[in-house]
């Protein structure tokens, strides 16, 4: 046993005194959350002093806490296909499938089940493993035919055993209850950035229509997948308070997407200066620090980052990835590029996974079906 008036434990007293006054904020806030868990009470303050960590520090402890919370070398495979493109009302200042810019993209109707479910055995044949439907709707009120459609692809491709996941613009409190009961998994619906910065980006939908939304998923008991872009000409403190919001919600998101704009000729935000990795890892690494719990998705943008990149961020907390050739409308990585990521960096796909709730409904159908198959 050291004295503590040996050297050695005088020089290990000084280098504990040491860190205990230099260490960053995503050190002390990642090793508080590794011992206590999830918490919903961060200050802005709290976040913004992790986000703002030097880099490397922050890369560092936010792959301690993603270790602790996951297993660090599983990531999901997601597909996301726009079953209903174009022609939406809203004026999302990023997104080509607004009416209201010239971008090039013909509207079109929903897509037929034959297609979609094409498109869902695809998929799940490439490896993924949720699949995730987007419709150009600013809501689905006054949809009740197409909606009724979507309940009937949510069941057919749940019972392929995916994780299904849609995106339909505001949904009402019935609607919800709805999707629940068809088998969605999760259901996406990103604030985009700050309370603060979203009047420069949309005016078409407010920021509290959008966490009703989001209330009314939680008590249907479905999975929240919320996050948002960076890139849209945001200050770091409307990241920072993207988070906050995120972090801060009664439960967090089971699914946060970080984005990185794709400027698309012809919206407003054609011009904007791209992400830089860097940017990505500070957002992708304070997301897992501060919701430890959630799948951090390292969504649109990916297409501009080299393996290296990626490899960064799926190191910084990131866990699951968008694949195929298209996100909604905008290119992404080619199948057989993240099929080589995946074997040089040791990556393991992520099984889909469901609640216990499924999971028990699944094996009561499953024993229904052999009574009845056994006379």
Known sequence: MLSIRSPTSQLLLRSCSYYSTTASAAAVEAERTIRQGPRNDWTRQQIKSIHDSPVLDLLFHGAQVHRYAHNFREVQQCTLLSIKTGGCSEDCSYC????????????????????????????????STRFCMGAAWRDTVGRKTNFNQILEYVKDIRDMGMEVCCTLGMLEKQQALELKKAGLTAYNHNLDTSREYYPNIITTRTYDER????QHVRE???NVCSGGIIGLGE??????????TLATLPSHPE???????????????????????????RMIATARIVMPKSMVRL???RVRFSMPEQALCFLAGANSIFTGEKLLTTPNNDFDADQLMFKILGLIPKAPS????????????????ALSSSG
């Open 96 to 127: 080509p499938q607004s009416s209201r810019y010239h971008t090039g993209l013909k509207a079109q109707k929903l897509m037929t089940k034959e297609a979609v479910m094409q498109a869902a055995k695809q998929a799940k044949e490439a490896g």
């Open 211 to 214: 966490l009703e939304t989001l």
């Open 220 to 222: 249907a008991g479905i």
């Open 235 to 244: 200050a770091a403190e409307d990241r920072v308070g993207l988070l906050h």
């Open 255 to 281: 699914s946060v997407p970080i984005n990185a704009l794709v400027a698309v000729k012809g919206t407003p935000l054609q011009d904007q200066k791209p992400v830089e990795i860097w940017e990505m890892i």
């Open 299 to 301: 969504s649109a943008g």
């Open 354 to 369: 469901f609640s216990e709730e499924e999971a028990e409904g699944s094996e009561a159908e499953n024993c229904e079906e």
